[in-house]
């Protein structure tokens, strides 16, 4: 980047400056050759840097700004955040001590996928329950059949009967209540073993660990019952602070435009599924919720910026395209300026359609630029 000293301050160079250097040179090459029938505009900048002159103002055509009736639009930064009804806690129900893990923080797991192992005593208590269970719902069973039997025959009486008939009931639902238990606890009734595992419920990304090996594990231990937390990253949410005045632009279900920082070329559609009811004292500003879907590359914690559209259409300016100047991510047209001079203005650009520039700020409607600034440029080369 050029710089240009005066006594007073270093001001930037812009590409129509570069053309007074050109111009000087092409001067000194005009004395050379006489037989140049047409001389070439000259651009002189004077000592304002944000203006110049020219001898022939007339061969860079003006075109007035048109009116341009538009949505605004309203950006706003946020961050990446996990969807809290897409995050499922992992707990065990069996307390003991951690044995043997099998996944990480920041790991991809499937459903089902077994996470780790836990060495209880509760498995061992519940499984001595069960097989209780099951030696007294046969011997009820048995004493319920041979009460049938006797009572058949006249042997006993009918309240007999109903009694080994309600013992019989009463060990069947205990022998139930005993398989849940090993099934909620996790423990196989066929191949039990005191190693209680644990499987993943959802697929997801492992986004809290609070276990380590040889640690407490479960609800009744000084240990975290929950050992992971899985969250499915498949549809995010980007979280935005709105300012109070803000806030009437945009509505639910609204459409937004997502960028994020790391890749700013991309963008992604999401749509508002939430406007929080509480403002923030100090910064009056409220957490609008985005809903977006992940395609693998949002991560927990990215910056973002999302593009809102306002509810309320707004008028603006619109110029031809070339008759905007990109600059180091600035944006400039040039006006007429008094004596034959041209303005460098900095715009806030916004959309193009149709081959229109829509002009947010720094033009009104009316208001007259240069319509290509190319044009300066490329009368320098021709010199």
Known sequence: MMRLKNSHSVSFVSPVLLLTAGLLLGGCKKE????????????????????FSVDK???????SAEPYTARAELSVNGTVNPDIAREIPVISLASGRVVDIKARL?????????????????????????KKAVNDERMNNLQYIRSQDLFAHGAISKAILEQAEDAEKDAQ??????????????????????????????????????????????????????????ADLSSVWVICDVFENDIPKIALGQEAKIKLNAYPDRVFIGHISDIGPVLDP?????????????????????????????????????VPAPAVLH???????????????????EVKAGEIVNGKQTILS??????????????????????
Request: net charge negative.
């Open 173 to 230: 639902a205990d022998l139930k209540a005993a398989e849940e238990t090993l099934e909620t606890i996790g423990v196989d009734k066929d191949h039990p073993s005191p190693v209680v595992p644990v499987y993943a419920p959802i697929s997801g990304v492992i986004v809290q660990q609070n276990v380590t090996q040889a640690a407490a594990a479960g609800v009744t231990f000084s240990g975290s019952a929950t050992a992971f937390t899985i």
């Open 106 to 130: 920041d790991d991809y797991v499937k459903k089902g996928q077994l996470l780790l192992k836990i060495q209880s005593p509760d498995s061992t208590a519940a499984f001595d329950t069960y």
């Open 282 to 318: 100090t910064l009056r500003t409220a957490k609008v919720r985005i809903e977006v879907a992940n395609p693998g590359i949002f991560k927990v914690g990215m910056f973002v910026t999302a593009t809102l559209q306002s509810r309320q259409d707004q008028k603006f300016a619109q």
């Open 327 to 345: 600059l180091h991510d600035r944006d400039w047209v040039f006006e007429p300026a008094p004596g034959s001079k041209f303005r460098r203005v």
């Open 362 to 383: 720094g033009v009104q409607v009316g208001q007259q630029v240069v319509s290509n600034v190319l044009q300066l440029e490329t009368t320098l080369e021709n010199q």
């Open 57 to 63: 103002p007339e061969q860079y055509p003006l075109v």
């Open 32 to 51: 050379e050759k006489s037989d140049v029938a047409t001389p070439q505009p000259q651009v002189v900048t004077t000592g304002d840097m944000a203006d």
